[in-house]
Each structure stands twice: as C-alpha cells, then as structure tokens.
C-alpha cells in the first residue's frame, strides 16, 4: 500500500534554532516528491518538487533534499514567520495520483 | 482575487440534505482535484479530472460526486450528507505542461450536525 509518513507531527524551535523534518514514502512509481506549506486557515502552498534521488532545492532558510525512501525540509535559523504546517505529497502509479502525509506543525518562538 | 475560488467557505447542514461545494479557477488549468483535510489523516483524494471529458474517483470516492461543467469549474457533490463527512474541503487545480505542482483554493469548512 502506497504511504506518506512525516514526522515528527509538532516542532517547536527557537528562533535561530535549525532543525529537519522528515517524509519517509512507499510507493510504487514515484514521479515527484513535493513540499507544500499550509498556514492556519488557508489552502496548501507550494514550496518544493524533487524528481531523483539525490536532489536539493533551496529557498531562502529551507532547503529539500531527496533519497529513494524519504525526503528531508530542513530549516536553517528559522523565524516566527515560518510558523506553519508543512505537508510532503507524492505523485506516483499509474493514474499519477498525489499522497498527502498528515504534515508537520512547526513553531518558531521569538 | 484568487486564481482558485471556493465556495462557500463555511458551510453548516444537517444530515441527509444534499449539498453542492463549487471551485472556479482562473488560472487556465486543465487538470482539477478535490480532497477533504481531517486532523491526523491529511489530505485525501475525493475526485479528479485532467480535462473536461475526464472524471476519476480517487482514493475515497464513496458518498460524493463531482460535476465538471467546463475547464474553469469544477464541482464536488455530496447526495446525503452523513456527519462523517465533516471535513475541510479543498480544491486544486495544476497544469499538464511542467511539473504537476498543485494550487489550492482556501478551502470549505463543512459541518453535517
């Protein structure tokens, strides 16, 4: 059964304070790993899309980075603004259908 | 405003009453997507469509529907609302050509009492 796992699913991180979140996958013909950030009462927005293993992307204080089971979002100094929930997505089979992890919900303390 | 539109965005009914949610995008896209968003599941697939003429059920289809009345809308039905279709609800929309990056609306909160 293809599955999306992230983790962990809350962060707290002082400002200045660096850290990684993880999305571990299992599918069957992967075509992309995307990164989307949500913030409270709004739609996911999109940040990231990784093909092979391999791969970085980078974005002001986040960086993406891809391997055949798992991908890491890691954030460098963060600030209050990046206050979100991060949610990792696959697209793969036949169909090209997308697989949503349950994300990860960070704070940044000033 | 908005390249993808929702609505409405708050929505309260009561179980059994038929309920329409509607996306309307000016982006251009071909391809649309519905999904609900629980707490600890994510997002989940309800319908999708590449094109006007192409409708296909996602990963948990049963109790909805979907109507695509032309490329910039795209409609998501539920017949008889149960309360576990309590959820909020999104709409998406990305483009053949590239990478299949997604745009979402900002979403329908529904509540079925």
């Known amino acids: 059964e293809d599955q999306v796992t992230q983790s962990p699913e809350a962060l707290r991180l002082q400002e200045g304070e660096s850290s990684s979140l993880n999305c571990s996958y299992t599918v069957s013909g992967l075509r992309g790993l995307f990164w989307y950030r949500q913030d409270p009462g709004k739609g996911p927005e999109f940040l990231f899309t990784l093909y092979s293993a391999g791969e970085e992307k980078e974005k002001e204080r986040l960086k993406a980075t891809l391997t055949k089971k798992e991908s890491f979002l890691h954030i460098t100094a963060p600030k209050p603004e990046d206050s979100a929930t991060y949610l990792c997505?696959?697209?793969?089979?036949?169909?090209?259908?997308?697989?949503f992890g349950t994300g990860t919900s960070l704070t940044v303390i000033p | 405003d908005a390249d993808v539109t929702q609505t409405p965005r708050n929505r309260i009914t009561k179980t059994g009453k038929r309920i329409m949610l509607e996306c309307s995008q000016t982006k251009g896209h071909d391809r649309m997507y519905w999904y609900r968003q629980d707490p600890g599941l994510g997002l989940r697939l309800i319908y999708y469509?590449?094109?006007?003429?192409?409708?296909n059920k996602g990963e948990i289809s049963d109790g909805y529907s979907v109507s695509r009345q032309a490329q910039a809308k795209f409609s998501l039905s539920l017949e008889s609302a149960i309360p576990n279709q309590t959820a909020l609800y999104f709409c998406?929309?990305?483009?053949?050509?590239?990478?299949?990056?997604?745009?979402f609306g900002a979403g329908t909160r529904l509540s079925v009492l």
């Open positions: 469509s590449f094109d006007v003429k192409d409708i």
């Open positions: 998406a929309t990305s483009d053949t050509a590239g990478p299949d990056i997604q745009y």
């Open positions: 997505a696959v697209q793969a089979g036949t169909g090209n259908q997308f697989y």
